[in-house]
């Protein structure tokens, strides 16, 4: 199945937001490669009504999101959109794609194809897990043009890097290569642009095998855990074992491990 943004009156977009979903599995696209995948207002508002109806979707488990092409992940905002906005307030108060990708009750993973820049680091840095293929290129590169990210790109990149990392991409601008980006922690794996998606599916079919209701609290704790002070993360995380080994799954999966067997898991 495939969504397509629509052009209001007296725009051109050219861009779309492909979404497939294949067994448990949802691929979501950033289709704009002519325009290294950045993201339109109505693209966005696509992704965002799109990870609403997915997070509604008990059939999917895990979400796969890539960019269209060889070229880019996605080079962010549409820049030449950012002064249709009519005051500073409207712009501060838009509904952001990177916002939308947080609010996923379902796990993601970021496969990125290529560029990587400003929101498209971001919104590779709102997934759960970042795969990258050996072409891909990571910058924060908005200070050159005045300004700084706001779809968390200072607080995920130092979260995900370190401070003194994060202080030198976003203080230059300059990007970083795939190599870079693996050993500082900003990607989990560097794979040939061949072999990227075919990983990502693996590796989503991995996680689309595991008690989803699990996967799904497990995911929201890392979110806690990042967020809450140590005490209170590691309370909140009992809360949520103890939500996950009352339901139907866990005791399924008691009984495939006694049985020595594969446990099948049916989210209840």
Not at 147 to 168: P, V, Y
């Amino acid at each position: 199945m495939t969504l397509s943004t629509h052009a209001a009156a007296g725009e051109t977009i050219d861009g779309r937001i492909g979404l497939d979903i294949d067994g448990h599995v949802a691929t979501i696209t950033l289709d704009r490669p002519n325009k290294l995948n950045a993201v339109t207002p109505a693209m966005s508002a696509d992704l965002e009504r799109i990870i609403h109806e997915l997070n509604d979707d008990p059939n999917v488990r895990v979400i796969i999101l890539t960019g269209a092409g060889e070229r880019a992940f996605s080079a962010g905002s549409d820049i030449r959109t950012l002064d249709t906005y009519a005051t500073p307030w409207d712009f501060r108060n838009r509904r952001d794609y990177c916002d939308a990708l947080r609010e996923s009750r379902k796990p993601i993973i970021a496969a990125v194809n290529g560029y990587a820049l400003g929101g498209g680091l971001e919104t590779a840095l709102s997934c759960d897990i970042r795969l990258a293929s050996e072409a891909a290129t990571f910058a924060a590169p908005e200070i050159k043009l005045g300004w700084i990210g706001g779809g968390g790109m200072s607080a995920f990149l130092a979260a995900s890097i370190g401070q003194s990392n994060a202080a030198t991409m976003l203080l230059t601008g300059d990007s970083i290569d795939a190599a870079r980006a693996l050993a500082w922690g900003l990607v989990t794996e560097v794979l040939p642009a061949d072999g990227l998606l075919a990983r990502a599916s693996e590796l989503a079919a991995t996680i689309a095998s595991r008690p989803p209701i699990a996967a799904e609290t497990a995911k929201a704790n890392l979110r806690a855990a990042a967020n809450l002070p140590q005490e209170e993360a590691v309370r909140f995380e009992r809360e949520l074992q103890t939500v996950t080994f009352a339901t139907e799954d866990a005791a399924e999966g008691r009984r495939a491990f006694a049985e020595k067997r594969q446990g099948v898991f049916s989210r209840r």
